[in-house]
């Protein structure tokens, strides 16, 4: 659904908070079946999926604080294509000498699954992918970057689906380089906009 995923193997995908993120901690929680996938080391919040007969056991470790489903995001699409760079007057940018050369645009979105597509057609160059996700919104949005900034160079990163991997993609981005970057998550269901 979408406020709780669960696997074929009866596992649910949880944010396990969490006092204490140390190997020794975490090994602690995976002693719990928990398959760990995000840490995040800022907030105190370790992702990942349990089986739900040991989400009690878990709750029993002197450092889990808190366990609650993961906020999921949402995409922003709407019904009409995009005209980024006239309303965005990237031709009148252009026209002034500003194209984008020497900045990294960093892009998160669902994923690049056209990227080969879109540069064997002539529509992007190179795009450093950090984690490629599923979906085309990625694609569509380096198009639209490409466009008005031909001289960037563009690097990309998945939102994944909760907003720890949001974070971890807008982290990595930065680590590439980036210093622009933007998205396209509307709203994270458990989160306040």
Partial sequence: SDTLKVDNAGRVQVYVSVSDTTGQALDALRRHDLDIEVVNNDFGVVQGWIPVENLEALAGEPTVVKIR??????????????????????????ALGFNGAGIMVGVTSDGVDGLATSQGAGELGAVQVLSAGSGDEGTAMLEIVHDCAPGATLAFASTGSTSLDFMQAINSLQAAGARIIVDDRAAFLTEPV
């Fill in 69 to 94: 489903p993961p906020s999921y995001g949402t995409t922003d699409t709407g019904p009409v294509d995009s005209q980024g760079d006239n309303i965005q007057r990237c031709d009148q940018a252009r």
